[in-house]
T-cell receptor, first 115, second 110 residues
Framework: GAVVSQHPSWVICKSGTSVKIECRSL??????MFWYRQFPKQSLMLMAT?????????EQGVEKDKFLINHASLTLSTLTVTSAHPEDSSFYIC???????????FGQGTRLTVV | AQSVTQPDIHITVSEGASLELRCNYS??????LFWYVQSPGQGLQLLLK??????LVQGIKGFEAEFKRSQSSFNLRKPSVHWSDAAEYFC????????FGTGTSLTVIP
C-alpha cells in the first residue's frame, strides 16, 4: 500500500515553544490530509481536514490559532503546535488520501510531550 | 451527519474462542468502512476495508467483517482468537471526512 511518513516520531519540548510535525505522502499525491489527536486509551479525534492549496477545515472545539495546519504541496502537510502547554501532550497522527473518498493511509504518529 | 459507534468499550475473550466486535455507522450514502488495530504506543494497522460488492470482507490475520446495510453495521469477527490479538480496535467510516469510532479494547486470557 501507499506510504505516509510522519516526522518526528516523538518530541519533547518546553512549555511556550512551538513544535512542527510533518506528514509526507511518499508515493502518491495526497489531495486531502487529516490530522488526529489521540489521548491515552482513547480514540482518534479528528482535528482538521486540509486540502492542498486551501485553508484547513477545523473540527468544532479545535483552536485553529493553536494548531496551525499547512498543506502547501500535494505531498506535504504540517501541523504546528504553537505556544505548547503540558495539556497539549498527546499522540498526533496524520493520514493522507489520493483524490476523493477512499482509503486513507496513516502515518505512524508523533508522541508529543510538553514539559 | 456522519458518525460511527462502537458499543463495546472493552471485551475479554479466552484464547481460542471466537470474537465479534460491533460497529454501527450513520451516513447518508453508501459508506466506505474500515477496521484498524492499534497496539499500545503504536500507529494504526489496517485490518480490512469495505467499499462495495461482496458484503463479507476478508482481512489480514484471519479477520473478517460483514457489511449489513439494513442494520447499518460492519462487525468484525475472528473464529479463533490468539493472545497476540490483544489490542485496541477501531472502526472507521469514510464519508466527507474520515471518522473513527471510540474503539474497543480487547483482552485475551490464556
Amino acid at each position: 500500500g501507499a506510504v505516509v511518513s510522519q516526522h518526528p516520531s516523538w518530541v519533547i519540548c518546553k512549555s511556550g515553544t512551538s513544535v512542527k510535525i510533518e506528514c509526507r505522502s511518499l508515493d502518491f499525491q495526497a489531495t486531502t490530509m487529516f490530522w488526529y489527536r489521540q489521548f491515552p486509551k482513547q480514540s482518534l479525534m479528528l482535528m482538521a481536514t486540509s486540502n492542498e492549496g486551501s485553508k484547513a477545515t477545523y473540527e468544532q472545539g479545535v483552536e485553529k490559532d493553536k494548531f496551525l495546519i499547512n498543506h502547501a504541496s500535494l505531498t506535504l502537510s504540517t501541523l504546528t503546535v504553537t505556544s505548547a502547554h503540558p495539556e497539549d501532550s498527546s499522540f498526533y497522527i496524520c493520514s493522507a488520501r489520493d483524490g476523493g473518498r477512499g482509503q486513507a493511509f496513516f502515518g505512524q504518529g508523533t508522541r508529543l510531550t510538553v514539559v | 451527519a456522519q458518525s460511527v459507534t462502537q458499543p463495546d468499550i472493552h471485551i475479554t475473550v479466552s484464547e481460542g474462542a471466537s470474537l465479534e466486535l460491533r460497529c454501527n455507522y450513520s451516513y447518508g450514502a453508501t459508506p466506505y468502512l474500515f477496521w484498524y488495530v492499534q497496539s499500545p504506543g503504536q500507529g494504526l494497522q489496517l485490518l480490512l476495508k469495505y467499499f462495495s460488492g461482496d458484503t463479507l470482507v476478508q482481512g489480514i490475520k484471519g479477520f473478517e467483517a460483514e457489511f449489513k446495510r439494513s442494520q447499518s453495521s460492519f462487525n468484525l469477527r475472528k473464529p479463533s482468537v490468539h493472545w497476540s490479538d490483544a489490542a485496541e480496535y477501531f472502526c472507521a467510516v469514510d464519508g466527507n471526512q474520515f471518522y473513527f469510532g471510540t474503539g474497543t479494547s480487547l483482552t485475551v486470557i490464556p
